[in-house]
């Protein structure tokens, strides 16, 4: 049986929060954060959105773009119980639901509560009830995998609505630009163009032994750019890693600083392995600088990473891959990931969500 799969996607969902609750904020250019110096843009309204503003953006930047543009702090409780309503919402059509965040989640509705035959169907009745109970907007893909579910979703924001038929896939795929598929990021693309990779079509061109050799994930690109993504929707989710960041007071970049605060956010990540007794092989160093451009290094070992003694030493060699010296440093994340997983088709999925899941952009 051909699956049913929706993707959900909340259009500006803390932004429009805070607009359907508070009148004054609708319909100016709105950021949730912190205006100050070294704040982040956590989330845009679409009304700042036009003038250039992203989440993740320095607030300096952002109020460079759009001087007229308002701030308002975050209400991580309110959207947690938001989120909650809209969860409940797409329970009443089936319990297969794969949260990837407050704001988004996949849908198999290949067999649903209310026998609803046509997943699009499904989808307007879900975007309907979210405007209409909670005043709020949401876009939705439709297809038969997750992967063009995901884009779909993307296709037509906001108050999008967008439907990948398997007839329709392939042409869809040749045309869209290689940044829009999911899990290829900035690097990754910038990689890819200089191999003359741009869409597609290009993409699909590739052997996978050439994809594999160039791109540690090449062989789900040869899947993706085919249209194939056999992951299941999964109710329950699986811890893939656990970590933590600290955003600086000033930047650094003296190696005894920097030494320093590596040791406190290594010391911090144990203390989250021990409260959540998570256990992985993998850990990862994140450097963010000044300037925003990030770096990650990531090594492997033989045995779960659970002691500072195991793990300080192996961030400190990560950390001299990266040079600081003369590009200060804002923000240090540690993470480990990668827990042991006796499926190996399902551990390679496993592995790509942890490579492609974001890291905390709000700080």
């Known amino acids: 049986m051909e699956r049913k799969i929706i993707h959900i996607d909340m259009d500006a969902f803390y932004a429009s929060v805070e607009q359907r609750d508070n009148p004054e904020l609708r319909g100016i250019p709105l950021a949730v954060g912190h205006a100050e110096e070294r704040g982040v843009v956590a989330a845009a309204s679409y009304e700042a959105r036009k003038f250039g503003v992203r989440s993740a953006m320095s607030s300096q930047r952002a109020k460079r773009l759009c001087p007229q543009l308002t701030f308002v702090s975050g209400r991580m409780d309110v959207y947690k119980a938001v989120s909650r309503q809209i969860h409940e919402i797409f329970h009443e059509y089936t319990d297969i639901v794969e949260p990837l965040s407050l704001d988004e989640a996949f ?40 992967f063009l579910a995901k884009i779909a979703s993307d296709y037509r924001k906001p108050d999008g609505l967008c439907t990948i038929h398997p007839s329709q896939a392939e042409e869809f795929i ?20 200089s191999l003359g990779i741009h869409n597609g079509e290009q993409l699909r061109a590739c052997s996978q032994e050439m994809l594999t050799r160039q791109f540690g994930a090449g062989i789900l690109y040869y899947e993706f750019s085919r249209g194939i993504d056999l992951r299941p929707v999964e109710a329950v989710r699986i811890r893939k890693s656990v970590g933590c960041e600290h955003t600086l007071e000033k930047d650094i ?17 144990i203390e989250r392995l021990q409260r959540t007794g998570f256990k992985g092989n ?7 600088f000044h300037d ?22 192996l961030a400190k060699g990560l950390l001299k891959d990266i040079e600081y010296t003369t590009h200060p440093i804002r923000l240090i994340g540690l993470s480990v ?17 942890f490579e492609f899941s974001d890291w905390d952009y709000s700080k």
């Open 292 to 313: 925003f451009n990030q770096k990650t290094r990531s090594i492997t070992q033989s045995h779960e990473l659970t002691t500072l003694a195991e793990i300080l030493p």
């Open 253 to 269: 970049s003296q190696q005894s600083s920097v030494i320093i605060e590596l040791y406190h956010v290594a010391t911090e990540l």
């Open 337 to 353: 990931s990668n827990p042991y997983e006796k499926n190996e088709e399902k551990a390679r999925w496993e592995q790509l969500s």
């Open 174 to 193: 040749k045309r869209l630009p290689i940044e829009s598929f999911w899990g290829i990021g900035p690097v990754t693309a910038q990689r890819m163009h």
């Open 107 to 146: 849908l198999d509705v290949t067999e649903n509560k209310q026998n609803i035959p046509l997943a699009v169907d499904i989808a307007k009745a879900i975007k309907q009830k979210i405007r209409e109970e909670l005043h709020l907007i949401a876009s939705a893909g439709v297809s038969y995998n997750k």
């Open 282 to 288: 993998t850990l990862t160093l994140k450097i963010k």
